[in-house]
């Protein structure tokens, strides 16, 4: 959020918006964000991809292998096998959490 700085002739400006308003505008950015990551990145599921993997994750006690696509979705395959820099076309097939995707091997 824009931030009043002295000296400035912005800073002088009426109609100067509140802490509590600009923390408020935020928040509702920042849902909004979420909200639109989230529709973008399920609706990439059922998609084939090409996923670069980057490491091994243990997520919920599984191992996961984990990556992303070329254009920047968090990719995570069920697999003991080290992926670390090997690309694998996969299927992107649900959410596995907000952030990122489940996918199966092709």
Wanted: hydrophobic content about 30%; charged content about 30%; some cysteine.
């Amino acid at each position: 959020p824009y931030s009043r700085r002295e000296g400035t002739v912005a800073a002088s400006m009426s109609g100067q918006l509140t802490e509590k308003e600009k923390k408020e505008r935020s928040g509702v950015l920042l849902e909004m964000d979420k909200r639109h990551s989230l529709a973008y990145r399920k609706g990439h599921l059922g998609k084939r991809m090409v996923v670069l993997f980057e490491q091994t994750q243990e997520i919920g006690g599984e191992i996961y292998q984990v990556g992303h696509t070329r254009n920047y979705l968090k990719v995570a395959l069920k697999s003991e096998a080290d992926l670390t820099n090997c690309e694998v076309n996969c299927e992107l097939s649900q959410m596995l959490d907000e952030e990122t995707v489940f996918a199966q091997k092709n």
